[in-house]
Nanobody
Framework: QVQLLESGGGLVQAGGSLRLSCAASGNIFTINTMGWYRQTSGKPRELVAA???????NYADSVKGRFTISRSIAKDTLYLQMNSLKPEDTAVYYC???????????WGQGTQVTVSS
């Protein structure tokens, strides 16, 4: 099994920066693509950024040029560097790990990011 633990959320003023981390443990060799998602009350969870095991990245249009997703060489930690934060970035951010084969994806517990204007 795989476990994910997010950290790094908090309160920041508009224009500021935060770095989120997601530590994976357990059978990490089954992990393929990893990504960050976010969700606000009453809205569906949306993709923020994703990175494949080969290092290819994908970003939501709303965060392109401001957020950077990266992964440790050991592929056991996922990061999201968030710069030029806006109030509309306020959400609970979740880490997700897709796994090889027919295994179900794994989600972290989420970390709150609040951007004040």
């Amino acid at each position: 099994q795989v476990q994910l633990l997010e950290s790094g959320g908090g309160l920041v003023q508009a224009g500021g920066s935060l770095r989120l981390s997601c530590a994976a443990s357990g059978n990490i060799f089954t992990i393929n693509t990893m990504g960050w998602y976010r969700q606000t009350s009453g809205k569906p969870r949306e993709l923020v950024a994703a990175i494949t095991s080969g290092g290819s990245t994908n970003y939501a249009d709303s965060v392109k040029g401001r957020f950077t997703i990266s992964r440790s060489i050991a592929k056991d930690t996922l990061y999201l560097q968030m710069n030029s934060l806006k109030p509309e970035d306020t959400a609970v951010y979740y880490c997700k790990a897709d796994r090889l084969g027919p295994r179900s994806p794994i989600w972290g517990q989420g970390t709150q990011v609040t951007v004040s204007s």
